[in-house]
C-alpha cells in the first residue's frame, strides 16, 4: 500500500506528507516539480525515512509519470500540484494554464492507464483526489448562502479558472472512464511552510523587517481561513470514506475581512516581539491598488463534510494564527532561505537544470 502525492513540496502538500507520516504507517510517494513553490526543505525532517520518496518529475510528463505509477504502483493518487497564487496568474497566467489545466489532464490519463491495468479489486478500491479551491465558484455579495457543492461554477481569475478547467477533467473522467475520482473544494488555508506571498505569511515577514503591510484596496474582502492540518485531516477522511465521483467544500466557518487578518496579526506580533520603538505593527498598515478582478467574498458551506464524512476543524483562528505566528518567529531560516532564494541552492545543485517539458 502506497499514496503517491503531487505537489508535496508545496505548502499544503508537505504539511500533508508530515501530518500523514506522523499518523498512519503507509509509504508517501511525492512527485514534485519544484517550482518556485517546492521546497525540499520542508521535508527535511523525513528525507531518512524509508517510508518516503520523493521524485522530481513534472505532472505533465505523461511518459515519466506512467514509469513513477508503474514502479510504485500506489493505491491512490492525490493531486496537489498546481500553480496557485492568484496574483501571478494576474502576471503570467500560461503557467497556471500548463501546470493546472494540462499538467491535471495528463495525470489523469497518466493514472487512467495505469489504473486500468489493475486487478480488478485493486481497481475498485483505487482512489484519485484532487485538491481544488472555492475559488471556483467566483465571489459572494455579504448576504449571498455560501458556496455548497450545487453553487455553478463562476470562476474570475485565471487561477481559479484553471482550476475549475482541472476540476471539470476530474469529474468527466470519472463520469466517462469510471476512474473512481474524488474532488475536494477547500477555502484559504494558512500555517507553517506557507510561501511568503500570501496574504499571512507576507505580513509576518514584513511586519518584522519593518516594511510597509499592503492591505489591497479597502480591505473589506472577506475569506474563510481553515488551519492547514485540519485540512489534511479532510483529505484523510475524504479519502477513507468519501463517495467514488463526488465532490466535498471543505472550510473553515471563520469568515474574516483583510483588514481585521492583518490586524489581528499584528496584535500578536506586538505581544510576541515588540517593535524596537514601542509602537505596534500596526503603524506598518498601508492601502494599496487593489488587485484586479478581486473576488469580494467567498465562503464555504461545509455540511457535507461533516454530515456524511463527520470532518470538523479542529482549531478555531484564535488556536491556528497563534501556533502560525510561533511557527514563523521560531523559523526565521526557512523565512531567510526562501525570501533570499537560497533554498533553491540544494534543488539547483542536486538536479540542475529544470526537466524538460517545464515552464
Ligand atoms: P504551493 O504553490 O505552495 O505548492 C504547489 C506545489 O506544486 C509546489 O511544490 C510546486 O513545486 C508543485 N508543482 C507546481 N507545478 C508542478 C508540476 N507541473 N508538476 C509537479 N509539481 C508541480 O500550493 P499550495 O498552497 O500548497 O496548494 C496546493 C493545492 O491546494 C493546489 O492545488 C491549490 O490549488 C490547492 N488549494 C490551496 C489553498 C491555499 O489556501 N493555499 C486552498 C485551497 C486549495
Ligand atoms: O480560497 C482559496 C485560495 O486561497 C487558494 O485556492 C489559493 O491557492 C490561495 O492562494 C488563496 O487565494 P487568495 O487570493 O485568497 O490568497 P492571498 O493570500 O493571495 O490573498 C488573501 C486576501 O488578501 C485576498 O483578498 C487578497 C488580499 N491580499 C493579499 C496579499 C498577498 C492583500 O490585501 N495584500 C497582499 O499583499
Partial sequence: MTILITGGSGFIGSNYILHTLATSDEPIVNVDLLTYAGNIENLASVQDDPRYTFVRCDISDAAKMGQILDEFRPRAVLNFAAESHVDRSILGPEAFVHTNVVGTFRLL?????????????????????????????????????????????????PYSASKASSDHLVRAYHHTYGLPTLTTNCSNNYGPRQFPEKLIPLVLHRALCGEPLPVYGDGQQIRDWLYVEDHCRA????????????????????????????????????????????????????????????????????????????????????????????????????????????????????YGEQPTGAI
Fill in 109 to 157: 490519463q497518466s493514472t487512467l492507464s495505469y489504473w486500468r491495468g489493475l486487478l480488478a479489486e485493486d481497481q475498485t478500491g483505487f482512489r484519485f483526489l484532487h485538491i481544488s479551491t472555492d475559488e471556483v465558484y467566483g465571489t459572494l455579495e455579504h448576504n449571498d448562502p455560501a458556496f455548497s457543492e450545487q453553487t455553478p461554477y463562476a470562476p474570475n481569475s
Fill in 235 to 350: 483529505i484523510n477522511v475524504v479519502l477513507a470514506k468519501g463517495i467514488v465521483g463526488q465532490v466535498y467544500n471543505v472550510g473553515g466557518l471563520n469568515e474574516q475581512t483583510n483588514l481585521s487578518v492583518v490586524k489581528l496579526l499584528c496584535c500578536l506580533l506586538d505581544e510576541a516581539r515588540l517593535r524596537a520603538d514601542g509602537k505596534s505593527y500596526a503603524e506598518q498598515i498601508t492601502f494599496v491598488g487593489d488587485r484586479p478582478g478581486h473576488d469580494r467574498r467567498y465562503a464555504i458551506d461545509a455540511r457535507k463534510i461533516e454530515r456524511e464524512l463527520g470532518w470538523r476543524p479542529q482549531e478555531t483562528f484564535e488556536t491556528g494564527l497563534a501556533k502560525t505566528v510561533r511557527w514563523y518567529l521560531e523559523n526565521p531560516k526557512w523565512v531567510e532561505r526562501v525570501t533570499s532564494g537560497a533554498y533553491r541552492e540544494w534543488t539547483d545543485r542536486q
